[in-house]
């Protein structure tokens, strides 16, 4: 039965691309554990994952009526940039499962890995990041800061992730600085994200949802 009323603290459900951001999704569980109810979906997968969830599991399904905001926490690659119009068909989906107001869906994005995201707890850079190369480059930066650092560790991630006061201020940088670039509008809205997933820009919105953490 779904529940009848609701609780104080926000119930956000993650869904995560892969073990690394699941490794940052449940630090911020933990670090927020008194301010919002982050609930961090076992499985990897994204917005098909989310629908099937939310549609086929009685878990998911009967919470919707209780789910404030929905978040996808994903690497935003070149070849990405057509499929767009069909996330939106989902997220929109996810949205109206809950009446007045509906849910929020968050995307949690940052272009080409996240260990671009991880790199700026530490230093304020935007480099180009479309190759495998480039990735390559981008961990070995961040491994000159956290050498024990591999994808999915817990242990690791959790230390960078501490610094996380730090990235929220780069992240927010690269975002301001796209507005010279031809970004619509700075706010979160499904126009400004459309953009970003087909500009083939470096940038990051994660520290979006860990501001919205804090400032609840």
């Not at 969830?53 to 935003?76: G, H, L, P, S």
């Not at 767009?84 to 994005?109: A, E, S």
């Not at 707890?121 to 190369?133: G, K, L, N, W």
């Not at 031809?182 to 997933?197: A, F, H, I, T, Y």
């Amino acid at each position: 039965m779904a529940r009848q009323t609701r609780k104080t603290k926000p119930l956000i459900y993650v869904f995560c691309e892969g073990e690394s951001e699941q490794a940052y999704a449940r630090f911020l569980k933990e670090q927020f554990a008194d301010t919002a109810v982050i609930k961090c979906v076992p499985q990897t997968g994204l917005f098909q994952e989310a629908k099937d969830k939310f549609v086929k599991d009685a878990r998911y399904r009967d919470n919707a009526v209780v789910t404030d905001e929905i978040w996808f926490f994903f690497d935003v690659e070149d070849e990405d940039a057509g499929k767009w119009d069909q996330r939106l068909k989902i997220v929109n989906y996810l949205r109206k499962l809950r009446k007045k107001p509906g849910i929020r869906v968050r995307l949690l994005m940052t272009t080409g890995c996240i260990e671009y995201w991880l790199l700026l707890h530490y230093e304020m850079t935007v480099p180009s990041i479309h190759t495998v190369a480039d990735k390559e480059r981008t961990l070995k930066r961040l491994q000159n800061f956290a050498p024990a650092y591999t994808k999915g560790d817990q242990d690791v991630t959790s230390v960078i992730a501490r610094k996380y006061k730090t990235a929220v201020l780069h992240g927010n940088r690269t975002l301001d600085a796209l507005m010279s670039d031809g970004m619509p509008v700075r706010e979160d809205s499904d126009e400004r994200n459309s953009w970003l997933c087909q500009s083939h820009k470096t940038f990051t919105t994660v520290q979006e949802a860990i501001q919205f953490l804090e400032d609840i």
